[in-house]
């Protein structure tokens, strides 16, 4: 009997410790809920979701170029060498043909690489109205399933046709998920100064997975295989969607049926400013999506630049693509009237950058140049992205879906265009009239910018809140909006006494100067 008791004593003892830890993981369970739900916390978290995002989508975009190549000339020997014996023919009939076999390969790789950008740049109108429909959670949450199914397409295709698909597929994943990843940044992060650094510190994650991607997928494709990559990028696209899940509860939020209606994609496209900025960003990416796809050839003709060399041509770039960014943040903070000069310098850069190209002799040369491609693209991204932000804001409504889908069609046109035009431009005219053509176009572009010098001084006579005056308030969201905004007129703010009812209180002259906006 004495056994039984100690028996029946020792699982009472596991049952309560049992419970006992239970209950600890469900208050930390409970905490942890607690402080993602507090606003600062929970901004932060979403700035590190859509970052892993971003991330993600470009290291996706990038990690093939030293894969596909190579895989796929594998795959065309292998059938080549399963092909019967042919008849025998003349010197002259093989050259052609493998002359022939030779272009269509090339053109092969360069069609595989714009699908992505191509598809984005058809779906991202309807991306944007959508997002401006529907909130900004629910299409990062789709954005982010879709790349985590391109993903895993590419680790196991095993054809050319099924590349193609997962490469498609990936555009129509980044066509929600960089959108309304970008989109949901400018909503969170309404202050001027917290906007750009928070656009800033994603334009680094955008840069860093861009150029690391690579020397990644090359060290691994070349030691752990094709899948290898692929599987790695595929888990951490399905973490961060599960943190989408848990943090913004995209299919629990009912807060969408009061948001107000955005401006129509049409719209915002005609609008001089958005257009300028637009136009800027398509003209300043140019270089950079023209030269990937060329210079490695060139730099073999012209410097018999080795295999290592050529992977990591761009590498380098990251750290004055950063220290860019880092700039232009500071500079907006202190000076926030001239971020369309800091726009204007960083094209400047740029054209200057892309003419010296052709001029270097070697590895060590090639990279001031690039370098300094980047440390301008930096520049002008990180201004005037927060600008399209702040013209929506004063001269439209403030839901960013359109207007950032607009920002991803410029990116896109020029990388829909880099991979396929390119080539034949250096071919039909060379590699140095193709280099001077883009600087040329960035120096002549930057006078543009001056139309937004006195942006900062229109006020919000075409905003939502005269949108919302005009119409009347149509759901709770509007009517709050409206209360804020007429107490911020009024120079009041909000107050809880002890008893927890709500006053308004004149706030001081050093209160309304600090909650002033930036660009006041």
Same mark, same amino acid.
């Given at each position: 009997m004495e056994p039984e008791g100690i028996t029946e004593e020792q699982a009472t003892n596991v049952a309560q410790s049992a419970a006992?830890?239970?209950?600890? &993981?469900?208050?930390?369970?409970?905490?942890?809920?607690? @402080?993602i739900q507090d606003p600062e916390r929970q901004k932060r978290v979403i700035l590190v979701i859509v970052c892993v995002a971003l991330l993600l989508d470009n290291m996706l975009y990038m990690v093939i170029v030293p894969i596909i190549p190579d895989y796929l000339e594998g795959l065309q020997k292998a059938a080549d060498?399963?092909?019967?014996?042919?008849?025998?023919?003349?010197?002259?009939?093989?050259?052609?043909?493998?002359?022939?076999?030779?272009?269509? +390969?090339?053109l092969q790789i360069g069609v595989l690489f714009a699908s992505k950008a191509i598809l984005q740049l058809l779906v991202n109108p309807l991306s944007g109205t959508f997002i401006d429909r529907v909130g900004y959670d629910i299409p990062l949450f789709i954005g982010l399933n879709i790349m985590f199914l391109s993903t895993l397409t590419f680790a196991f295709a095993e054809n050319y046709a099924t590349l193609f698909l997962a490469r498609s597929i990936q555009g129509l994943g980044s066509a929600f998920a960089d959108t309304s990843g970008i989109a949901l940044i400018a909503d969170k992060f309404t202050e001027e100064s917290e906007r750009s650094k928070a656009l800033g510190i994603a334009l680094a994650f955008i840069s860093f997975g861009s150029l690391v991607a690579p020397p990644f997928g090359g060290v691994l494709y070349e030691f752990a295989g094709k899948q290898a990559p692929f599987l790695i990028l595929a888990c951490i696209c399905l973490t961060d969607g599960v943190l989408c899940l848990a943090v913004l509860?995209? +299919?629990?939020?009912?807060?969408?049926?009061? &948001?107000? @209606?955005?401006?129509?994609?049409?719209?915002? &496209?005609?609008d001089p400013y958005i257009a300028v900025v637009g136009g800027a960003l398509i @003209?300043?990416?140019?270089?950079?999506? +023209?030269l990937e796809p060329t210079i490695a050839n060139w730099m073999e003709e012209n410097m018999n630049a080795s295999e290592w060399e050529i992977g990591m041509t761009w590498f380098p770039a990251f750290f004055p693509h950063v220290l860019g960014v880092y700039l232009t943040v500071k500079l907006a903070a202190k000076y926030p009237h001239l971020q369309w000069f800091y726009g204007a310098i960083g094209m400047v850069f740029i054209g200057a950058s892309s003419c010296t190209v052709p001029a270097c002799k070697n590895f060590g040369q090639l990279m001031i140049p690039l370098c300094g491609i980047c440390f301008g693209i930096a520049f002008v991204d990180t201004a005037l992205l927060p600008t399209l932000g702040f013209l929506v804001d004063v001269r439209h409504v403030s839901v960013y879906g359109s207007v950032y889908a607009i920002a991803d069609i410029s990116y896109c046109v020029a990388y829909a265009l880099g991979p396929v035009v390119a080539g034949q431009i250096v071919h039909d005219l060379g590699f140095v009239q193709l280099n001077l053509g883009m600087g040329l176009a960035n120096v002549l572009y930057a006078p543009a910018l001056l139309l937004l010098k006195n942006v900062t001084q229109i006020k919000t006579s075409f905003s939502e809140r005269n949108m919302l005056l005009e119409d009347g308030p149509t759901g709770l969201y509007d009517t709050i909006k409206m209360e804020q905004r007429e107490k911020k007129r009024k120079g009041l703010c909000t107050t809880i006494d002890e008893s927890g009812i709500e006053t308004f209180v004149q706030r001081s002259h050093s209160e309304e100067e600090s909650s002033g906006g930036e660009y006041a």
């Open positions: 006992s830890k239970l209950s600890q &993981m469900g208050e930390r369970t409970k905490q942890l809920g607690n @402080v060498q399963e092909q019967p014996a042919a008849a025998p023919h003349t010197n002259s009939t093989n050259s052609t043909i493998h002359r022939a076999a030779e272009g269509n +390969f090339d509860k995209p +299919f629990s939020n009912r807060e969408r049926e009061n &948001m107000p @209606v955005g401006t129509p994609i049409y719209k915002l &496209m005609i @003209v300043c990416n140019i270089p950079l999506a +023209f």
